[in-house]
């Protein structure tokens, strides 16, 4: 199913614990129904309108497709104060209005994360609130938000050139960071305990993002969050793909996780996925002004993903 265009509906919105969120419902020009994508934002900010090209390549696809708003991105709230689990629900609630939509009528829905989004989508799925079709997650980290981070950081020092005694500092701090968020230390005073390393070469990288009370807060409700825990709970088809150049996530040992610990289900209907060269968005090459972004992405990706959905019923 290949459409040329897509319309999107007015915009809509999803009820939530934060409140209203804005939302906004892509439909392939096809003859329905189609299949339906929840698109779920990775970290950091997301309004329903920023997916980029994402809403086309899958409408091309022949998709349909909701995105929405994290609270304070254009909707009230603040993602800062959630949980990975506020996320799941706010995910659910976009499925729900989903599968109302008369362009899918029947036809199964599922989840789409990226990074930080796959964790979340797999919690979604895994609270058996609201019936998933399917999870497809791409870049979503096999390993803890502690995990992941502590390898970015280091793989960036690495990269910045920085000598073995300050990378050994720097690890030495965030081992001790997560220790002292574990155990519930005032966030204040860890962040006063990470100010006095201010001025260290390896200081701006390793502090990059969490550095405010908000987003440490934020770090230590998440930082715990075990993929291995979660992903013997989803009872639908999961795809997991990943950039073999992603230097952000330890490709090899999230792929383990998935492998070892993905719920067996009837036909095996799961799917892994390397592709060599891609980064953690899957793209192998830079975006290129005036060029489709398509020609970035991995080759094969986007038929192994409308391959993969096309197979899945609705339970």
């Given at each position: 199913?290949?459409?040329?265009?897509?319309?999107?509906?007015?915009?809509?919105?999803?009820?939530?614990?934060?409140?209203?969120?804005?939302?906004?419902?892509?439909?392939?020009?096809?003859?329905?129904?189609v299949p339906g994508i929840v698109l779920v934002h990775g970290s950091g900010d997301g309004r329903f309108d920023d997916w980029g090209e994402w809403p086309s390549r899958l409408t091309e696809g022949g998709f349909a497709?909701?995105?929405?708003?994290?609270?304070?991105?254009?909707?009230?709230?603040?993602?800062?104060?959630?949980?990975?689990?506020?996320?799941?629900?706010?995910?659910?609630?976009?499925?729900?209005?989903?599968?109302?939509?008369?362009?899918?009528?029947?036809?199964?829905?599922?989840?789409?994360?990226?990074?930080?989004?796959?964790?979340?989508?797999?919690?979604?799925?895994?609270?058996?609130?609201?019936?998933?079709?399917?999870?497809?997650?791409?870049?979503?980290?096999?390993?803890?938000?502690?995990?992941?981070?502590?390898?970015?950081?280091?793989?960036?020092?690495?990269?910045?050139?920085?000598?073995?005694?300050?990378?050994?500092?720097?690890?030495?701090?965030?081992?001790?960071?997560?220790?002292?968020?574990?155990?519930?230390?005032?966030?204040?005073?860890?962040?006063?305990?990470?100010?006095?390393?201010?001025g260290r070469v390896w200081y701006e990288t390793a502090t990059r993002y969490f550095d405010t009370p908000q987003m440490l807060s934020f770090l230590a409700r998440a930082l715990d969050f075990e993929p291995a825990e979660v992903l013997p709970k989803v009872g639908c088809p999961v795809l997991a793909v990943?950039?073999?150049?992603?230097?952000?996530?330890?490709?090899?040992?999230?792929?383990?996780?998935?492998?070892?610990?993905?719920?067996?289900?009837?036909?095996?209907?799961?799917?892994?996925?390397?592709?060599?060269?891609?980064?953690?968005?899957?793209?192998?090459?830079?975006?290129?002004?005036?060029?489709?972004?398509?020609?970035?992405?991995?080759?094969?990706?986007?038929?192994?993903?409308?391959?993969?959905?096309?197979?899945?019923?609705?339970?």
């Amino acid at each position: 199913m290949a459409p040329t265009s897509f319309e999107r509906t007015l915009t809509t919105s999803i009820s939530t614990a934060a409140g209203s969120l804005r939302a906004g419902i892509w439909v392939p020009s096809v003859r329905g129904p189609v299949p339906g994508i929840v698109l779920v934002h990775g970290s950091g900010d997301g309004r329903f309108d920023d997916w980029g090209e994402w809403p086309s390549r899958l409408t091309e696809g022949g998709f349909a497709v909701i995105a929405h708003d994290k609270p304070g991105c254009g909707s009230p709230g603040d993602w800062r104060e959630q949980t990975f689990a506020d996320r799941a629900h706010e995910s659910l609630a976009a499925l729900r209005v989903l599968r109302a939509h008369p362009s899918v009528a029947g036809r199964p829905v599922g989840l789409f994360g990226m990074s930080q989004g796959g964790w979340v989508s797999l919690l979604a799925a895994a609270l058996q609130e609201e019936h998933v079709d399917f999870v497809v997650s791409l870049s979503g980290p096999g390993v803890s938000p502690s995990v992941q981070d502590r390898v970015r950081i280091e793989r960036e020092l690495v990269a910045e050139g920085i000598h073995a005694d300050a990378m050994a500092e720097a690890l030495a701090w965030l081992d001790e960071r997560a220790a002292r968020l574990r155990r519930g230390d005032e966030v204040r005073a860890v962040l006063e305990a990470q100010a006095e390393y201010a001025g260290r070469v390896w200081y701006e990288t390793a502090t990059r993002y969490f550095d405010t009370p908000q987003m440490l807060s934020f770090l230590a409700r998440a930082l715990d969050f075990e993929p291995a825990e979660v992903l013997p709970k989803v009872g639908c088809p999961v795809l997991a793909v990943f950039g073999g150049a992603d230097q952000l996530v330890p490709v090899r040992e999230s792929v383990e996780v998935f492998a070892r610990c993905l719920l067996q289900l009837p036909g095996d209907p799961h799917g892994l996925a390397i592709f060599p060269g891609a980064d953690h968005g899957l793209l192998v090459a830079d975006p290129q002004p005036g060029l489709p972004g398509n020609t970035q992405l991995a080759p094969g990706f986007l038929p192994m993903l409308e391959a993969f959905v096309q197979m899945q019923r609705t339970s």
